[in-house]
């Protein structure tokens, strides 16, 4: 039971990560209709620079993670104005390798600049102090992701829901068209929304960095927060964080109780076995293509 | 000029004599090329002719019937493991290994494209590429095919002929890399072409005039499973040993940029788009020994960047390669000699 209940709380603490990656890719997602295979690595390059000031300039963790968390902002809302809004004919596939284009150039530059070889970044809390609750073990990193997470998604979903900005964001989505003529500035909503969507990436990438630092270290996730956005049904807030948590804990109890070795392929079969129950996910709402 | 009279006109494989002469003349210069080069560039042509199998197999999917992969470096495994597999352990010979191998890896794109008939866009993409790492992280973890450590290739005998060299491997590669080409320049141009195509174009409109979803997309994904699997099978022979790590899901991705690059719906631009990513890929693996790039490269590395990252400039030119091509040509490279044809044909106009 204690190792069931440990498993779990694993499940939990990984599925944070994978929810705010998760949250990144639906708010994009839900505004430009665009998959952004760039997300994990966007988030990489503020890690990294906030490895650098950090490490060799002597900022302070709060000027470091602030600054991180303003050249997210500024990344995401460059690259939207500089490379997405320029393609001609967008369709699915194109932004698709464009996102993934982007994602090689900037990961191209992190490991160039930075080496291939494991950093270790310092953090306020070490990834190895752990809480008790109860007979199972957590470390203190991971219960400030799990906040971190809730308290991102109440305040996008809050955002969306009741803000001008957010609204605009939503009618955007609905329909552009219509919104630009009721006088939203669909451009800049667009790049508000990929701002936004860095600063929570690049939130998630900083949980991570403490635990391991890398090139590499933005694919896991980014990939199992797309699979929770997709399981969630890519447009849903609430969807793709129970689709993130759904993972982290099926991978650990599958983990525990079935195989290691084949824990992290396990999130991939579930993906496929809920799409083809429902092919859109399981919070989307249906809709009807038109011919 | 261009124009089509008849239906006879659309489907014949050579519009006229000049394409026939053009069509010999590569074959005998193909043929030509081991006694031409250095061994290097034989090593290069069969790399590059094996992605050019992968990428016409995969625009049949992506480009013809509209459908996304991020997945083929999973059929590729399935490809060259089989073969090598069937080689090894049931003592098959390698002209029926590699068919068997490229049927299984039919089969599995079969199954994937059973789900599929349902999903599009993100979900297609991400149900392929959850397919893709998961037969690359069942193959690393099963010691039946070599785990971790990998496999090596068996001796490569077909009939009384030994195979040992690049060179002769090569006419093998060119022999299956030209049937295949020409198996898809004609499949486009039947019935289950047209189907496909229809279905890029709108699978709802398509099926109400008749054409059969299930079958058609099922057969689009079996079908490209088929190439992918067959260029499996040829590559593990031309690496002589193959690992796990090879069939990474940057390599689905590449196979992907390829197609793309080269130009959606087109097999000329599938060949050319394969053939510079593989000799891009071969040539920027030693950037350093590039004349003059590379001294230049190292100067600035070593005072601005790192010098043990230095091989990741490859990733930052294919990025920049696929995203320049998205932005300003979707047509890739096919896009871009159509239009020089039209500037040459329409020229003081």
């Known amino acids: ?291 | 000029m261009d124009m089509k009279r008849d239906y006879y006109e659309d489907v014949e494989l050579f519009s006229s004599g000049a394409v026939v002469f053009w069509f010999v003349a590569l074959l005998c210069a193909l043929a030509a090329l081991p006694f031409l080069v250095k061994n290097y560039y034989i090593y290069m042509a069969n790399y590059m002719a094996i992605n050019v199998i992968v990428a016409v197999g995969l625009n049949l999917l992506v480009g013809y019937t509209g459908q996304i992969s991020l997945g083929h470096a999973g059929f590729f495994a399935i490809g060259a493991y089989g073969t090598v597999m069937l080689m090894t352990k049931a003592h098959f010979p390698f002209l029926l290994a590699l068919p068997v191998s490229a049927l299984a890896a039919a089969f599995f794109g079969f199954l994937l494209g059973v789900p599929a008939l349902r999903l599009e866009g993100p979900y297609l993409s991400i149900a392929t590429l959850g397919f893709g790492l998961t037969v690359t992280q069942v193959i690393g973890r099963m010691s039946i095919f070599g785990g971790r450590q990998g496999l090596h290739t068996p001796e490569l005998s077909i009939g009384p002929w030994h195979l040992d060299s690049d060179r002769d491997f090569y006419y093998l590669v060119v022999a299956v890399l030209v049937f295949l080409i020409l198996t898809a320049r004609n499949l486009i141009k039947t019935k289950v072409g047209r189907a496909f195509i229809a279905i890029r174009d709108a699978d709802i409109a398509a099926e109400t005039m008749g054409v059969n979803l299930t079958y058609h997309k099922t057969l689009a994904f079996a079908i490209s499973a088929f190439y992918a699997g067959v260029a499996g099978g040829l590559y593990a022979f031309v690496l002589r040993f193959i690992e796990p790590e090879i069939f990474s899901l940057m390599m689905s991705i590449l196979f992907l940029a390829m197609v793309v690059v080269g130009g959606l719906g087109s097999i000329f631009g599938s060949i050319a788009g394969a053939c510079l990513l593989s000799w891009l890929d071969l040539e920027l693996r030693n950037i350093l020994s590039i004349p003059y790039l590379g001294g230049w490269l190292e100067a600035l590395s070593k005072s601005y960047f790192s010098i043990t990252g230095v091989s990741n400039i490859q990733f930052i030119v294919y990025g920049l390669i696929m995203v320049l091509i998205m932005l300003f040509e979707p047509l890739g490279i096919y896009g871009f000699w159509i239009r020089t044809k039209i500037y040459w044909k329409t020229w003081p106009f």
């Open chain 1, 1 to 291: 039971m204690i190792g069931f209940l440990q498993a779990v709380t694993s499940g939990i603490a990984v599925g944070s990560s994978y929810a705010l990656m998760g949250l990144a890719m639906v708010i994009i997602y839900k505004t430009s209709e665009v998959v952004n295979f760039a997300q994990g690595e966007m988030a990489l390059l503020s890690c990294f620079l906030t490895y650098m000031v950090l490490e060799f300039y002597g900022f302070s963790f709060l000027a470091a993670f602030a600054g991180a968390l303003a050249f997210a902002a500024f990344l995401g809302g460059f690259l939207e104005f500089a490379v997405l809004r320029r393609a001609k004919e967008p369709n699915v596939l194109g932004m698709i390798i464009i996102t993934i284009g982007l994602e090689m150039i900037l990961m191209g530059i992190v490991s160039w600049k930075f080496g291939a070889d494991p950093k270790t970044m310092s953090f306020p809390i070490s990834p190895y102090d752990s809480v008790a609750i109860g007979e199972v073990f957590v470390s203190s990193l991971e219960v400030l992701t799990f906040i971190v997470a809730l308290t991102v998604m109440a305040v996008l979903f809050l955002f969306l829901r009741y803000s001008k900005l957010g609204v605009a964001m939503k009618a955007t989505q609905q329909n552009s068209m219509a919104a630009r003529l009721m006088g939203i500035r669909t451009n800049r909503i667009l790049m508000i929304t990929w701002g936004i969507s860095s600063v929570v990436g690049c939130l998630a990438g900083l949980l991570i960095s403490p635990i391991t630092m890398q090139p590499y270290m933005m694919w896991d996730p980014m990939l199992k927060g797309f699979a929770a956005a997709v399981m969630g049904g890519m447009t849903s807030l609430p969807g793709s964080v129970f689709g993130a948590y759904l993972i982290g804990i099926i991978e650990n109890l599958f983990g525990s109780y079935v195989s290691i070795e084949f824990k992290s392929v396990v999130a991939f079969a579930i993906i496929v076995l809920v799409l083809c129950i429902k092919p859109s996910g399981l919070f989307a709402r249906h809709y009807v293509k038109k011919v």
